[in-house]
Every structure is written in structure tokens, then in C-alpha cells.
């Protein structure tokens, strides 16, 4: 039988010094290593050994007696617990059978342990729970249990208590085994049973205690573990290959994929389906920390490393292929500037292969200057340590800038018209404010007998195969419903590429007449602190121009939440804990994008030039007397030839919607 377990943790609460401890009681280590060492296991970069933080996912396996006769393999990761680096464990998460999250029982429940709970919740991984560093002063078991229960769940259950009390705590999460506990035939199988049920659904947390580092309670932990967790990738040996990946990495210049095989079996030089086509893979390998070891195959509920693929974190391989969206998104940049020799083309290079690693860089190149998204401070400092340790890369990083997205606020229709010699291909869209979130969405609305079906589709896959830059700062188009109302093909010089510069010209030729609208970032905060410290907390967030719900008072706690933009959020958490001494509690989360407060100084700062923008033009290339020439963005329509047709699916447009007005109207009434 095997096991994904995953160790989540706020930072600091002594996570990788239990997958030490855990890996030694295995028999995997001699003895354990320690992070403010400088020597663990799981912790092999410099990087991580320098700064004492676990910065990448990394992972190692070991057997565990299950107690029904056979063994539990049992895939450990060890997830970094630094905010900054939440990307790399909530890629993690979709690959996880089980969860094992750790609370300092000195600090409790912090900040960011509620927020690992929730993504847990909302994936619904079983999750066992650890607290840890029982043995220092200040450690109370029973406070930071009445914690859990208040802030994570009340399913949280200890499970050294008595033997009689924790019976009835099963047997109240159970209705198969209520009724036999009540008469007195249930027996510990039973109980047993009803405990593994109730973990598989997430009625019970069961919740261990001691200290990985003096080695207590972490043997009952691997016990707990053992006891209580099961999988069924038994009977998913023989279904259709399908897997999840999780990380990319290289090792020796070798590009390492890393997958979980969710069902079947994946064989060395097997063709694999991908969302990019197919691929072979070339060699496969059981991973134990930094250590690589060849094998002929993977099979249902394995973990390993795949040569020769060029698939990417989150997407899924093999039977359902595609590709999941990442819950945690940046709403920062920065700017990364070459130190001579180094030039940008070079850099360009490197950041694609780190964002290769950590898709959530989102590397962009705009007007010259490369720009990365960022987490937090943390990660900036890392990511020039990163070009500099592997590719021996001098940058300079500017200080972070918001990642705005752009809009429109009222419809707008462009042409994009591309018609150098033998060449030949025009486009007319339409483009239409979309909800909040709805990102871009495209339809045809043009007489099938105008434009043959293979070209509507493929206008439509140039839509949506990328990002369009905005006309104000060049931030990525969102919310925009863009539809196909004309288009004309050649039946002889038409190429496939030649829509593709007419599609991108004509969403370019609707922004450079838009009324575009500029959206920012906004994150949705959670606060929690001694009452004494609302009022100064509370100045400072209405300073910052947050919007705050009542706070709510219990006890001697005040629990505060609202909202407040990403750009006057960051570096708040580092005041907040200076404000309240380290006695504060703060969870935050990317929240939506809404439009700019003030925009109009924002685009002033940004500077962009959209007629600058070399790589999207918004004008359209024509053809006379064999040679092709440039026709300027607000000249387009005089030259174009879809114009009726194009005038006819507007007005079909405006009929359809009158339509369905006058019908929502009539069903209101």
C-alpha cells in the first residue's frame, strides 16, 4: 500500500526536524540533522542550508508495519513552510493522499497554519496534526488544543487521552459505530474501522504531541500514521495511465520531471500524452532526497522523476490530461537588471528555466525590461541568490512594483488585417466587458458561410493561446468577452499564421480605442490580536485605505478581516508583528482585481508607450500593386474589406440582446 504524506507548517515550527526524526525511526538516516545546523537531510540546497529555511519540496520514502499484514510505503514531503515560498508546497498539495500539518505548542495556531489548514480543507486531504516542541517553557498542550478546536476544527481530537474518552469522540463521528458502542459490542477493530473513516472524510484530525527534536511522541506519531491512513491505488494498477506533475528540477543539465502516478503504470521509454503533444520518456527514477536511483517503472500511487518530458507543475498526463490552476497567485513584480557581461537576451534564458520550476514567476519580457512575479520580500533575495549560484548570473533586483491587469468598460470593435505579398487574412472582433474573474472568452458570431469553420477556429485559439497586452501600462487583458463578428480567408496565399497576425492586431486595434479600465490586486485579510492592540492596528489599516468589517471580541482577543489593495498590504504582516509584539496572528490571500484607485497616476508611473510596443502593433499590413504596406491604427477601418459583413453580424448582435432583455424583463414581471 502507498502513501503521499505531506509535512505543512508555519515557518519555524520544527517541520523538517520531524521528517529528520521520522526518517531515522524508518531507517532511512543514522542520525538527524538539523536546519540551524546546516545539515539535514531534506534541506540539501546551499541556499536552504544558508538562510535555514526550506525553500523546495523535497522527498524521501520508507516503509511502516500498516498492521494488517502488509507494508505502507510511505512517500514523505517535506513542504516549505515560508510564506513566500506557499507556490512550491500548494504544488504539492495535488498530489498528496494525506496531510500532516505541525503546530508549534509554544507559538499555537499562527497565521499562516490557518491558512495551510483551509487549502488543505479545500481539497479535501485527510490531515493529521503534530505539536510539536512540548518540551520547551511556555508549551501547553490543552491551550493550544481549545486553539485548534476555535480556529482550524472542533473534529481536532488528541489522541493520547483516555482510552474511554476517545472511544466516545469516535463514536460520536461515526453512525456505524454509535449504536454497537452504546450496547457494548463494539470492538477495537470497530473502533479502528470508524477512525479510519472519519480521517478519509475529514470528521476527525486526530492530533499527536511531543518534541522531534528531543525525540519524543514521534514514534506514536509514525504508529498514528500507520494505523490510520489507507489508499486503494490496488485497484487502480490496471486502469488507463494517468498522472499529476508536481515539480521540475535539473540535475547534472538534465530536466527532471516529477510526477504521481494517480493510476496505471508509466514505463521507461513510453510515449506519454501531454497538453503539448505527445512525449518519451526517457528514463525514470525513485527519488530519495537529492538521490536518484533508475527504475523500469512507475506504478499507482508512486512518486518519481521522468526524463525527457517537457510538461510543466500542474498539469496531469496520460487519461484527463490538462492542466490545474494554481490557487495562489502573485500580485507583485520585479525587475531584474543584468550586471555587465550578462545580457538581457541571456537572462531572458535563465528566468524561463526557473520559471519552468516555479510557473507562478511569470516571467515577462515588456519594452526591454524583465519583470518576475514575487510572493514576498524573502523570495526576491532568493531568486538572485538562485541566477547567481547555478548560472553565476550578476542582476540587480528593483523594488516591487504591482501586477496590474487591464480591461474595458464599454464594447469596442477592432480589425486586424495582415496582407503582405501572397499573404492574406482579416479579422474583425468584437469586444465586450466581462464579469469580474471571467478572464477572456471568446465566441463566433459571424455567418458560417463567411468564414469557413477551420478558420473560426483557429481565431479562436489565437485569442486565447496568450496573454494581449493593455494600451495603458501593457498589464494582461482580463474580462473580456471577444467575439468573431467577420472575417475573409484567400483561398490560395491564406497560411495559418496570417490569422494569427490579424487576430492579435484586431484585440490591439479595439484597446488603442477602448475606454480601457486599469485593475489592481487586492488581498483579503484575516487579524487576530490581544484587544489592547486594535486601536493602533486599526489606524494603520484605514491609513493603508483598507475596508474592514466589524471586528468581532472574545475574550481578551480581537479578530479583525477585510480588504486592502496588494500594494499597501506589502510589508504590513512585518508591521503588524512589530505592533503587536509577535502576539498577532495574520492570514492573507489573494482576494480579486478591482479597478485602480487611482488609475490615472498609475499609468503616469508605469509609461507605457502602446505605439512603442514594437512586438504589438495595432495597425494592419495591406497589399497594392504587390508590395505590402503599413496602414496606422485609426486608419484601419478605411482600408478594410469586411465592413458589411461585419455591420450584419452587429446588428444580429444587437437583435439578440434586445431579445433577451425584453424575455428577462418579461420573467421579472
Not at 510572493?375 to 512594483?401: C, H, N, T, W, Y
Not at 492596528?537 to 485605505?545: I, P
Amino acid at each position: 500500500m502507498k502513501l503521499t504524506l505531506g509535512v505543512a507548517a508555519h515557518v519555524d515550527a520544527g517541520k523538517t526536524t520531524l521528517c529528520e526524526q521520522m526518517l531515522r525511526h524508518a531507517g532511512v538516516l543514522r542520525r538527524c540533522g538539523r536546519v540551524d545546523h546546516g545539515d539535514a537531510f531534506m534541506d540539501d540546497s546551499p541556499l536552504e542550508r544558508a538562510r535555514g529555511i526550506t525553500i523546495f519540496c523535497e522527498q524521501a520514502s520508507f516503509d511502516l508495519d500498516s498492521g494488517d499484514g502488509e507494508a505502507l510505503c510511505v512517500m514523505l514531503m517535506d513542504t516549505p513552510g515560508h510564506v513566500d515560498f506557499a507556490g512550491e508546497m500548494e504544488r504539492a498539495l495535488c498530489v498528496l493522499d494525506a496531510a500532516l500539518l505541525v503546530v508549534s505548542c509554544t507559538e499555537g495556531v499562527q497565521s499562516h497554519t490557518v491558512t495551510l489548514f483551509r487549502m488543505l480543507e479545500r481539497r479535501g486531504i485527510p490531515t493529521l496534526i503534530f505539536l510539536n516542541k512540548t518540551d520547551r517553557e511556555g508549551a501547553g498542550i490543552s491551550r493550544v488544543m481549545e486553539q485548534m478546536k476555535r480556529l482550524l476544527s472542533d473534529d481536532c481530537v488528541l489522541m493520547t487521552q483516555q482510552g474511554e474518552e476517545l472511544r466516545e469522540e469516535l463514536a460520536a463521528r461515526d453512525e456505524a459505530l454509535m449504536d454497537r458502542h452504546f450496547d457494548g459490542t463494539a470492538q477495537r477493530e470497530d473502533y479502528l474501522s470508524a477512525a479510519r473513516r472519519c480521517v478519509a472524510g475529514r470528521t476527525l484530525f486526530p492530533v499527536f504531541a511531543g518534541s522531534a527534536l528531543c525525540d519524543t511522541g514521534v514514534g506514536a506519531l509514525m504508529q498514528g500514521i500507520a494505523a490510520l491512513c489507507r489508499t486503494g491505488y490496488e485497484e487502480k494498477k490496471n486502469m488507463p495511465f494517468c498522472a499529476r506533475v508536481y515539480r521540475v528540477r535539473r540535475a547534472s543539465g538534465t530536466r527532471l520531471t516529477y510526477v504521481k502516478v494517480m493510476q496505471g503504470r508509466l514505463l521507461a521509454r513510453e510515449m506519454i500524452q501531454t497538453p503539448e503533444g505527445p512525449c518519451k520518456a526517457d528514463a525514470l527514477y525513485a527519488v530519495q532526497g537529492t538521490k536518484l536511483s533508475v527504475v523500469p517503472s512507475l506504478e499507482a500511487g508512486e512518486t518519481g522523476a521522468v526524463a525527457g518530458l517537457t510538461a510543466r507543475p500542474g498539469e496531469i498526463l496520460g487519461a484527463g490530461m490538462g492542466q490545474t490552476a494554481p490557487e495562489l497567485v502573485p500580485v507583485m513584480s520585479v525587475e531584474v537588471k543584468p550586471q555587465p557581461p550578462l545580457t538581457k537576451q541571456t537572462l531572458l534564458e535563465h528566468l524561463r528555466e526557473l520559471e519552468e520550476e516555479d510557473p507562478l514567476l511569470q516571467v515577462r519580457a515588456q519594452e526591454g525590461a524583465l519583470h518576475v512575479g514575487v510572493m514576498g520580500e524573502v523570495q526576491i533575495e532568493v531568486i538572485a541568490s538562485l541566477l547567481k549560484a547555478r548560472f553565476g548570473d550578476e542582476v540587480r533586483l528593483l523594488p516591487p512594483r504591482v501586477l496590474y491587469k487591464e480591461t474595458i468598460a464599454a464594447p469596442v470593435v477592432g480589425i486586424g488585417h495582415y496582407e503582405p505579398l501572397r499573404h492574406y487574412a482579416e479579422v474583425w472582433l468584437r469586444l465586450t466587458p466581462g464579469r469580474s474573474g471571467s478572464g477572456v472568452v471568446f465566441e463566433a458570431a459571424c455567418p458560417p458561410n463567411t468564414l469557413d469553420l477551420n478558420w473560426r477556429r483557429l481565431i479562436g485559439t489565437h485569442v486565447l493561446e496568450r496573454e494581449h497586452p493593455g494600451a495603458l501600462t501593457g498589464s494582461p487583458l482580463t474580462d473580456v468577452r471577444v467575439t468573431l463578428i467577420a472575417g475573409r480567408a484567400h483561398l490560395k496565399h491564406t497560411e495559418g499564421g496570417d490569422f494569427r497576425e490579424a487576430t492579435y492586431r484586431a484585440i490591439r486595434n479595439a484597446l488603442m480605442q477602448a475606454q480601457s479600465v486599469l485593475l489592481e490586486p487586492t488581498v483579503r485579510f484575516e487579524l487576530a490580536m490581544p484587544q489592547e492592540m486594535l486601536a493602533r492596528v486599526t489606524g494603520e489599516l484605514l491609513r493603508m485605505g483598507a475596508q474592514m468589517d466589524a471586528p468581532v471580541c472574545e475574550g481578551n482577543e480581537a479578530a479583525l478581516t477585510g480588504e486592502c489593495t496588494a500594494a499597501a498590504f506589502w510589508g504590513f504582516p512585518t508591521r503588524f508583528a512589530a505592533m503587536t509584539r509577535g502576539y498577532g496572528r495574520l492570514s492573507s490571500r489573494f482576494a480579486r482585481y478591482a479597478p485602480c484607485r487611482d488609475q490615472a497616476a498609475a499609468v503616469a508611473q508605469c509609461g507605457y508607450q502602446p505605439l512603442s510596443d514594437e512586438a504589438n502593433p495595432p495597425g494592419s499590413i495591406f497589399c497594392s500593386h504587390g508590395a505590402g504596406f503599413y496602414v496606422a491604427w485609426d486608419h484601419v477601418r478605411e482600408w478594410a474589406h469586411c465592413a458589411q459583413e461585419a455591420e450584419s453580424a452587429l446588428a444580429a448582435l444587437e437583435e439578440s440582446g434586445i431579445r433577451r432583455e425584453a424575455s428577462a424583463n418579461l420573467q421579472q414581471i
